[in-house]
């Protein structure tokens, strides 16, 4: 992804901040729809008593989320967007925000769980190498799981400013990374989780 596209959507999601305030919308989700993606994933990954990094965070809406729910975490959230990551600061001043551009940085650290929640939507060029690109890098530093979650080619409503992933491309680049992989296609409509993992 060329560094105009970056600055695009670092824009993009600042504009939306502005507008939505601190609210699902300015992540271009829905208050319900964001739950449900959470409850999903809390229930595919064993988060508690873990390492987590929430890969592009946000404003830290999954830790805000597990918090709640009473997961005792190691959290680290980290996004390319400084503001989304200083309202997260600001709000979760106990836990650890970062921003981030894995293009240009290395993640040190390794986790137990790399969750990937509704980051590399957009519909623009070079999103989706990106992506997979993120997820070949990101699972060098997972312990145990990596959970990447996108929209599918087969939703039955589109939206012109997001990008469809085809679900067979998507497993694919997880076979070639690991064997231990589960790609879900049946929890949220139109939408595909996919889990590489370190064991069978």
């Given amino acids: 992804m060329d560094e105009a596209v970056k600055e695009y959507i670092k824009d993009f999601f600042s504009k939306r901040l502005l507008h939505f305030g601190d609210t699902p919308a300015s992540l271009g989700w829905t208050e319900m729809g964001q739950q449900l993606r959470y409850e999903y994933i809390t229930g ?3 988060l508690d008593n873990s390492s987590i990094l929430d890969f592009g965070c946000g404003k830290g809406d999954l830790y805000s989320y597990l918090s709640s729910k009473g997961f005792r975490i190691d959290y680290t959230g980290v996004d390319i967007n400084p503001d989304l990551i200083r309202l997260a600061k600001k709000k979760f001043p106990e ?19 790399i969750i990937i929640c509704g980051v590399f939507n957009l519909n623009i060029k070079g999103v989706k190498d990106s992506a997979f690109r993120a997820i070949k890098r990101l699972f060098l530093n997972t312990k ?3 959970l990447f979650n996108c929209p599918s080619i087969y939703s ?11 679900p067979v491309e998507v497993l694919s680049l997880a076979l070639s990374i690991t064997e231990n992989v589960n790609l879900y296609h049946n929890l949220i409509e139109g939408e595909i989780f996919l889990i590489l993992s370190m064991e069978g």
């Fill in 44 to 46: 595919l990954l064993p």
């Fill in 95 to 113: 836990t650890k925000f970062y921003t981030l551009d894995i293009d240009e940085e290395d993640i040190k650290e390794e986790f137990d769980f």
């Fill in 144 to 146: 145990k799981a990596l």
């Fill in 156 to 166: 039955r409503r589109k939206d012109l400013t997001l990008l469809y992933y085809d």
